[in-house]
């Protein structure tokens, strides 16, 4: 990541310290409990966001006084790759997690309005809706990176090489693919283009794609697209999160039509709370998030037609706005754990409060450096 703003990188560092951390700790208390899956599920999504961050924000230290230099490598290498792969994965399953919370929340409260009495089977199915989810989004994050990858390529890397001292384009290849052939080089894909100039070039070293990830230097989802090439995958993606968008909010109009005129199930006042908080906290979430994902995709679709250009605004969003839910979501879904009077604290949460603020003072000391 090139060099950018202070408080950006000081963003990075804490969100992706307080996001791993905190969706660490749902992970382990609610992955066992069906009635909360999508809650786990959600935060898996929010911990691989976490991931990503942080490697974003080490790499960037590491190649702070060497990036312009190290650039093409950056770009076209498998570790920019796989964090493209790990961001999308995160996004989308956190994304598609919470529109399927809506959507069970709804069923649920159309049956009777508990989060706990499920029965065997419907359970069953919960758990085969988790795990179904779970290989579609990684194969959908993976085809970018490693199917149709002539579709997906942004150019090639050749290294040492002074004929393409800089990552080559379609156009570099075909010029100079005409002067070594009387076959038209535009018949070539880029798998052609790059063996052909090899051949007649003897470059000695092998090319390297500059793939969809790479595309920009955080090595994320490109969404801020400008109507050029390559834009029915990610178009086909916005459309498919919009969708997902639409349905959170058909899924809470019927949610609070039903809770206002139905009550919940549980005759003991004790549960009964329990019950009521919780809901308050999965509402506060889905909230949340379709709010920092609306404002998101109406900044794409503004580029996408023309209407502005956002472009400026893709890396900040990228790496500040989209990640904010990822370290709010946990902070919402146990506010117990934080928001509690010094003197009622448990050892748990004074550990968890020294290590979020070591974090947080880490993350300042390492960009003041």
């Not at 660490?24 to 976490?50: M, P, R, T, Y």
């Not at 909230?287 to 605004?313: G, P």
């Not at 050892?347 to 603020?357: H, Y």
């Amino acid at each position: 990541m090139p060099s950018g703003a202070f408080i950006t990188r000081v963003c990075v560092w804490c969100m992706g310290f307080i996001a791993l951390l905190l969706n660490g700790f749902i992970l382990i208390e609610f992955i066992s409990q069906i009635n909360k899956s999508f809650v786990a599920l959600i935060a898996l999504g929010d911990f691989f966001v976490a991931g990503y961050l942080l490697s974003i924000a080490v790499t960037d230290k590491l190649l702070a006084d060497t990036y312009c230099d190290k650039r093409p490598q950056w770009i076209s290498g498998s570790f920019c790759k796989w964090l493209g792969i790990i961001s999308t994965f995160g996004a989308e399953t956190s994304l598609i997690a919470m529109t399927m919370l809506s959507v069970f929340r709804l069923h649920s409260l159309q049956q009777v309005f508990c989060f706990r009495d499920l029965s065997k089977s419907v359970m069953f199915r919960v758990k085969m809706v988790v795990v179904c989810v779970l290989v579609p989004i990684l194969v959908l994050a993976a085809t970018p990176a490693y199917l149709f990858q002539d579709y997906f390529a942004e150019g090639i890397y050749y290294q040492n090489s002074s004929l393409f001292p800089d990552i080559a384009s379609k156009e570099d290849h075909i010029q100079a693919a005409k002067y070594a052939t009387q076959i038209s080089p535009t018949l070539f894909n880029w798998e052609g283009l790059r063996n052909l100039v090899e051949a007649y070039y003897a470059l000695g070293v092998q090319g390297k794609k500059v793939g969809f990830y790479g595309s920009n230097d955080i090595c994320f989802f490109n969404y801020f697209i400008d109507g050029k090439e390559n834009t029915i995958f990610p178009m086909t993606i916005l459309l498919v999160n919009s969708a997902c968008f639409a349905i959170n909010v058909a899924c809470y109009i019927g949610i609070l039509k039903i809770s206002h005129f139905k009550p919940f199930c549980h005759d003991d006042h004790t549960l009964k709370s329990k019950d009521q908080q919780l809901h308050l906290k999965i509402s506060v979430i889905v909230a949340t998030d379709c709010t920092i994902w609306l404002t998101f995709i109406t900044l794409c679709f503004l580029h996408y037609f023309r209407i502005a250009d956002m472009s400026e605004y893709s890396k900040p969003c990228s790496l500040c706005v989209l990640p904010i839910a990822s370290a709010a979501n946990p902070i919402i879904f146990n506010g117990n754990m934080f928001f509690t009077k010094p003197k009622n604290m448990t050892m748990k949460q004074v550990g968890l409060w020294v290590v979020l603020l070591f974090g947080i003072g880490l993350s300042f000391g390492l960009e003041l450096q």
